[in-house]
C-alpha cells in the first residue's frame, strides 16, 4: 500500500508564492507517476499538474499553465508544485495523487490513472 502525505498549503494575497510538497512511500517512488489535482467549494475535481516518473515530462491544467511548476525529486522521494502568481481562484483543497504505471515517461489528467490519494491541503488566496 502507498502512503502519501501532502504539506504546504496556507493562506496568501493574491500574487504570492506558494509551494505544496508531496512524499510517498511504500512502493519505490520512481515507479509511480504523480499529479497534484485540487477541488473548491461547489466545484468538480480539476487537474493540476503531472510529472512523468522520471520526472522529464510534465502536463498542466488550463488555468495554471506558465503560473505553476511541477517537479520531483526522487532521491529524497518527493514532489513539489510551485504556484506563483496566485489568484483567488484558485483557492481550493489540493490533493497529492500517485499511479503505479508501467511507462516512464507519462502524465496523465485522468484522476483514474492514480490509485493512491493523499489528505488535501487547504489553499487560500485573499484578494
Known amino acids: 500500500q502507498v502512503h502519501v502525505v501532502t504539506s504546504g498549503g496556507g493562506l496568501v494575497q493574491a500574487g504570492d508564492s506558494l509551494t505544496l510538497s508531496c512524499a510517498a512511500s511504500?512502493?519505490?517512488?520512481?515507479?509511480?507517476?504523480m499529479a497534484w489535482f485540487r477541488q473548491a467549494p461547489g466545484k468538480e475535481r480539476e487537474f493540476v499538474a503531472a510529472?512523468?516518473?522520471?520526472?522529464?515530462?510534465?502536463n498542466y491544467g488550463d488555468s495554471v499553465k506558465s503560473r505553476f511548476i511541477i517537479f520531483r525529486d526522487n532521491v529524497k522521494k518527493l514532489m513539489y508544485l510551485v504556484m506563483t502568481s496566485l489568484n483567488p481562484e484558485d483557492t481550493a483543497e489540493y490533493y497529492c495523487?500517485?499511479?503505479?504505471?508501467?511507462?516512464?515517461?507519462?502524465?496523465?489528467?485522468?484522476?483514474?490513472?492514480?490509485?493512491?490519494w493523499g489528505q488535501g491541503t487547504q489553499v487560500t488566496v485573499s484578494s
Open positions: 495523487a500517485a499511479g503505479a504505471v508501467s511507462n516512464t515517461f507519462m502524465t496523465s489528467g485522468d484522476p483514474r490513472v492514480y490509485e493512491y
Open positions: 511504500g512502493r519505490t517512488f520512481d515507479s509511480l507517476l
Open positions: 510529472v512523468s516518473r522520471n520526472g522529464g515530462n510534465t
